[in-house]
């Protein structure tokens, strides 16, 4: 049992806030992904729970227990960084079993849970090198297996795979997911990158400027984001908005001057003027010889074509059907998935809500 709850933490730096008062509940086993730009007090909040931090204000909950007071070594947490952290001189054995030994486990012991380690990590042929004699990604491994060895009620990770190239980043994901989900240990995993989110967490909350922005699954905040930002920090191609107008006609709601229509109702009071979101996949394009839209550019991305069109003042990005892709230049009429039209307040960037 490992829950941990964030309750109103707030921690500045000078005039610098890097949390502006966050709260929010990591389920027991949860592996939890903390995201959002460079900057947003992401490793501020892994900090505060490692003990490394404290906070101005706020406290952390582990199991229900106030930990806020606690010393990093008194918290059953174990952190593995984007640096690795590992000893330079010491072989790999020696870096893994070091929590072992500083808890003076026996020496058997210590062989045998290192053996089980170096194995669940594919690291047994290199338990005698040095870490500078491994790859990016054997490193990584290594300070993972360090964090195992410590046993933790929680793991942590700070931008774990920021050092890794790119395929060698997206075997490391799964990997880490795969040992997370064998352990069952509750984990939060901090990154700037959206697609590490998205593929990796159970749960994520995204950060902005110190403030919670959004907590969820992956496909809640993909699919239906609380604001602007959430929306538009998850998924690649970023997701179009536009500046439109709405009105009721007919028992549908019009977004003009696109011509749009949906079946959904405002749900409350919506200004006139709104943003309407709406991403690359849900649009598809029509030819239409009267249209007003234009193919500026694609790219070819195998299955799909990544299309550009604009009406002049206006650009959609669309992810298009290969097999009925367009010229360049080509007239057409975009035609988004009325289901999947957002809406959001110009100003606040809040979402505006519907009612099908
Ligand atoms: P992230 O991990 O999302 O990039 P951080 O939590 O590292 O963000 O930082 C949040 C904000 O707090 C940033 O503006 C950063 O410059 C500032 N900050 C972090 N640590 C310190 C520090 N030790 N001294 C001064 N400012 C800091």
Not at 103 to 131: F, H, M, N, S, W
Not at 232 to 247: S, Y
Request: glycine content about 8%.
């Amino acid at each position: 049992m490992s829950r941990v709850e964030f309750d109103s933490i707030r921690k500045a730096y000078g005039p610098t806030v890097a949390l502006a008062g966050v709260s929010f509940t990591v389920s027991d086993g949860e592996f939890l992904v903390i995201v959002g730009p460079s900057g947003c007090g992401k490793s501020t909040l892994l900090r505060v729970v490692a003990g490394l931090e404290s906070p101005d204000a706020g406290r952390v909950l582990i199991d229900g227990a106030d930990v806020t007071p606690r010393p990093p070594k008194d918290r059953g947490v174990a952190m593995v960084f984007q640096s690795y952290a590992l000893y330079p001189h010491w072989t790999v054995h020696d870096n893994i079993a070091f929590p072992l030994k500083i808890r003076r486990v026996a020496k058997d012991d210590i062989a045998r849970r290192v053996r089980q380690i170096a194995d669940a990590l594919q690291l047994t042929a290199q338990l005698t090198r040095r870490p500078r004699e491994l790859s990016g990604g054997q490193r990584q491994r290594v300070a993972l297996g360090r964090a195992m060895a410590a046993d933790p009620r929680i793991f942590l990770f700070d931008e774990p795979l920021s050092n890794l190239d790119a395929p060698l980043r997206a075997g490391m994901r799964r990997e880490i997911v795969a040992r997370q989900k064998e352990l069952g240990k509750t984990s939060l995993y901090v990154t700037h990158d959206q697609t590490e989110a998205l593929t990796m967490a159970d749960r994520i909350v995204v950060l902005e400027s110190g403030t919670l922005m959004g907590i969820g699954t992956p496909q809640a905040l993909y699919d239906d984001p609380p604001n602007r930002f959430v929306a538009q920090f998850l998924g690649r191609p970023t997701i179009n908005m536009l500046d439109a107008v709405v009105r009721q006609s007919d028992g549908a709601l019009v977004v003009d001057p696109y011509g749009w229509r949906t079946s959904s109702r405002p749900a409350g009071a919506w200004p006139a003027a709104v943003e309407v979101g709406v991403r690359p996949e849900h649009v598809q394009l029509r030819a239409d010889d009267d249209g007003r839209w234009r193919i500026a550019s694609q790219e070819f991305l195998g299955d799909k074509v990544q299309c550009v069109v604009t009406d002049g003042p206006r650009q959609l990005t669309v992810l298009a059907e290969a097999h009925a892709a367009l010229p360049i230049g080509a007239p057409v009429a975009p035609e988004p998935r009325p289901d999947r039209l957002l809406f959001f307040d110009p100003p606040s960037g809040q979402r505006l809500r519907a009612t099908v």
